[in-house]
């Protein structure tokens, strides 16, 4: 696991990374699900805020 944290830090350094994780955060991590979602809606999302916060924490560890 320590190699593919690592990969996931190179992968996402400098700021061409910084611009993408931003956007995946902004997209799902940022993002208010309103009264009105769907319930499929809602899954889709926490499974999307799920990955996203997969993916930041491999670039944090692999940081390290």
């Not at 990969?7 to 996402?12: D, T």
């Not at 350094?13 to 499929?40: F, V, W």
Request: glycine letters at 10%; aromatic letters at 4%.
């Amino acid at each position: 696991m320590d190699e593919t944290a690592k990969c996931f830090a190179r992968c996402f350094r400098g700021t061409d990374g910084d611009q993408a994780i931003g956007h995946l955060r902004a997209m799902t991590l940022e993002t208010a699900a309103g009264p009105d979602i769907s319930d499929a809606r809602l899954r889709h999302l926490e499974g999307q805020r799920f990955m996203v916060r997969t993916i930041i924490n491999l670039i944090e560890r692999g940081r390290k």
